[in-house]
């Protein structure tokens, strides 16, 4: 079955270490999204791609950073210039750069940092 | 500038109550509108969504929601809650025939269950 595969479903880090956490789709969608959830807060879109090789910042991209080299794949590197990491990451992905279908999400990923 | 909101943070019912959710939004064009659900430690899940034609709008887990264009309303309903159905619900609005390129979401709306 086609989907988001979002991995790993739990991660810790340090702090001043740099994280990443794997998104792949297999969708063949276009656009891939990067969102952040902390409790009470919904949902911050931090960068999204809408197709391979481009990717444009989202409303609080300070910290964190992308690449696209692959359609089926969207990483996020959480790098230590995020000052509150801690919180649950979700990706996302949609037909086109429109997303006027919706978008599918994957499972999500917790950061905590320690 | 598009938004969605949800007034209500969150709402308690008793099992088989009924139930609505309430969003609004703000949009200059004709808007694409979805209703999504998070369980806990979760992803998202579509229940439905609303492009044109029909204002009311079938979706999975017998929800179900309205397009109120005079209000700028899409709630959404549900005759019958079940315990499983305690969860975070989203509203979201779509750019539409806009070059905005991506859906704004509501801030949640938590739902639990009474016994």
């Known amino acids: 079955d086609g989907g988001i595969t979002q991995s790993p479903k739990y991660l810790f880090r340090k702090e001043g270490q740099n994280v990443t956490l794997s998104c792949e789709q297999n969708?063949?969608?276009?656009?891939m999204y990067w969102y952040r959830q902390d409790p009470g807060q919904g949902l911050r879109l931090i960068y999204y791609s809408q197709i391979v090789n481009d990717f444009q910042k989202g409303d609080i991209a300070e910290g964190y950073s992308v690449s696209r080299e692959k359609k089926e794949s969207f990483p996020l590197t959480v790098t230590s210039a995020q000052k509150n990491p801690t919180a649950f990451y979700l990706c996302?992905?949609?037909?086109?750069?429109?997303?006027?279908?919706?978008?599918?999400f994957g499972s999500g990923t917790r950061l905590t940092v320690v | 500038a598009q938004s969605v909101t949800q007034p209500d943070i969150h709402i308690t019912v008793s099992e088989g109550a009924s139930l609505e959710l309430r969003c609004n939004y703000s949009y200059g064009a004709t808007p694409y509108l979805f209703w999504y659900v998070q369980s806990p430690g979760q992803g998202l899940q579509l229940l439905l969504k609303y492009f044109s034609g029909d204002t009311l709008v079938q979706g999975i887990k017998g929800f179900e929601a309205e397009f109120k264009r005079s209000q700028s309303s899409f709630n959404l309903r549900k005759p019958s809650v079940h315990w499983s159905d305690a969860a975070e619900y989203f509203c979201a609005v779509g750019p539409g025939y806009s070059s905005a390129s991506k859906i704004i979401f509501g801030s949640g709306t938590r739902l639990s269950i009474r016994p």
């Open positions: 969708l063949n969608h276009d656009a």
């Open positions: 996302a992905s949609s037909i086109d750069g429109a997303g006027d279908y919706g978008y599918t």
